[in-house]
Nanobody, 130 residues
Framework: QVQLVESGGGSVQSGGSLRLSCAVSGHPTNFYCMGWFRQAPGKEREGVASIDSDGLTMYSDSVKGRFTISRDNAKNTLYLEMNSLKPEDTAMYSC????????????????????????WGQGTQVTVSS
């Protein structure tokens, strides 16, 4: 059974940096698409970054230029490097993964905010103070 476990969250001041990790266990990591999402209290979940099996990355406008997503298949780990953090980045961050691009005849692609993932982690909290 595939499991995703996030780590690396914490509390930082505005302008600081954090690196989140998402460790994958239980299955070879030939995921087509992996991504990071965040959800702040009272707000909808937001896709912030994605990476496909070819290494193509995409970001939401809110984090572009500040966050970097990467994956190390040898270590079965997904990363999110977050720099120049702002108070509005405060949220629970979760990783997600899926082996599939096409689902029920529809091309879901791989982009920040892709709506369907098979596997999710429990999340790690990031708090940025001003």
């Amino acid at each position: 059974q595939v499991q995703l476990v996030e780590s690396g969250g914490g509390s930082v001041q505005s302008g600081g940096s954090l690196r989140l990790s998402c460790a994958v266990s239980g299955h070879p990591t030939n995921f087509y698409c992996m991504g990071w999402f965040r959800q702040a209290p009272g707000k909808e979940r937001e896709g912030v970054a994605s990476i496909d099996s070819d290494g193509l990355t995409m970001y939401s406008d809110s984090v572009k230029g500040r966050f970097t997503i990467s994956r190390d298949n040898a270590k079965n780990t997904l990363y999110l490097e977050m720099n120049s953090l702002k108070p509005e980045d405060t949220a629970m961050y979760s990783c997600a993964a899926d082996f599939r691009r096409w689902i029920n005849g529809r091309d879901y692609g791989c982009f920040a905010g892709r709506s369907l993932f098979d596997y999710w982690g429990q999340g790690t909290q990031v708090t940025v103070s001003s």
